[in-house]
């Protein structure tokens, strides 16, 4: 920020007007990264930790600023809300993802589901529906090959209204992941209010992180119900952010099949996507 002085300028440069400065010139450039083509997904493999086969992906928005380079989805996404851009957003992903993955599909390449994150207002968003059917109808892709990700708080709202949305999606053939899972107030209570509407649960990082083999007894053992819950409630599982073979060994001992981390892969451009997808296994 500047001060005027009597006589001069004062610059002040601490890291807190390096922030402001920053964020007041981010929001002004995200004003334009649509049109200015900035946007990039990034996939990430959902692999079967038994064949390594890739059994699907995630969809990872990035954001390549001209000046700073990546920015990161979490710091760009809330500031994107905040300035109502997210609609327009959402529906670039959704058309790049069917689009590419179509694309994908018709260049002989495995087909397999890759899913997108769902905000809480996107998926609550009257459009969805509609916009979702167009778009696959538009780049005829098959609705088996989208699959959505929510978070928890997204089910907060009206039940009646939640319960619709994920049947909606449902009975198009959309498959449900719940994302995060563990990490939501009241976890085990959307299970049971929204039984069979969920078909994928993907247990988050932390409790992965905590996996190991010498202490089998404790934390393990909240991983090891969580998937046993799930496969009891006809649901499958994907473990998120798996780092290391020591946590992918304990992970298959639990009869957890899908593996989505560093151990296999980061998230990579489309085109190194389409290179693994050529591949089909990774090591
Ligand atoms: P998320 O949906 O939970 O995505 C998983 C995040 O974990 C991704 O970060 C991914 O790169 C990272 N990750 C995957 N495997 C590993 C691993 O083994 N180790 C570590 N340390 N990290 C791993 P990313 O891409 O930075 O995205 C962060 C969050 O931003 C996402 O969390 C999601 O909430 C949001 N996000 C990303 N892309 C989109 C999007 O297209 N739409 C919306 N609405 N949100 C998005
Ligand atoms: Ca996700
Ligand atoms: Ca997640
Ligand atoms: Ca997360």
New binding site residues.
């Given amino acids: 920020a500047k001060e005027k002085g009597q006589n001069k300028v004062q610059i002040h440069t601490s890291s807190m007007d390096i922030e402001s400065y920053k964020l007041f010139n981010l929001e002004s450039d995200l004003r334009q990264s649509l049109e200015l083509n900035q946007f990039e ?2 996939y ?1 493999p959902k692999v079967d930790g038994t064949t390594h086969q890739i059994v699907g992906a ?5 954001w390549n600023h001209p000046k700073w380079g990546l920015v ?3 710091e760009f ?1 809330p500031l994107a809300e905040e300035m109502g851009m ?1 609609y327009k ?2 529906r670039w ?1 959704e058309q790049t993802v069917c689009e590419q993955n179509k694309a994908w599909q018709n260049a002989g390449l495995p087909a397999i589901p890759i899913s ?4 809480a207002n ?1 998926f609550l968003e009257n459009n969805l529906m509609s916009d979702i059917m167009g778009i696959l109808s538009k780049t005829g892709l098959d609705s088996n090959y989208l699959e959505v ?1 929510i ?1 928890e708080s997204s089910l907060l709202e009206n039940e009646k209204i939640v319960y619709s949305i994920l049947d909606g999606l449902q009975s198009e053939g959309i498959r449900i992941n719940l ?2 899972f563990g990490t939501g107030y009241s976890s085990l209570s959307y299970l049971k209010r929204f039984k069979g509407k969920i078909n994928t649960l ?1 247990i ?2 932390s409790f992965i992180d905590d996996l190991s083999e010498t202490n089998e007894e404790s934390s393990n053992f909240i991983t090891k119900s969580i998937i046993e819950l799930a496969h009891h409630l006809k649901m499958d599982v994907v473990a ?4 290391t073979r020591e946590q992918l060994k304990i992970l298959q001992d639990f009869k957890c099949n899908i593996i ?4 296999f892969s ?2 990579v451009s489309t085109d190194e996507f389409a290179e693994l997808l050529r591949n089909e296994k990774l090591n």
């Fill in positions: 997904l990034y990430q995630e969809a990872l928005i990035r990161s989805p979490q996404i997210m957003i959402d992903i997108i994150n769902l905000s996107r990700e978070v994302d995060d993907k988050d990082k998120e952010g798996v780092e989505q981390g560093y151990v980061k998230p």
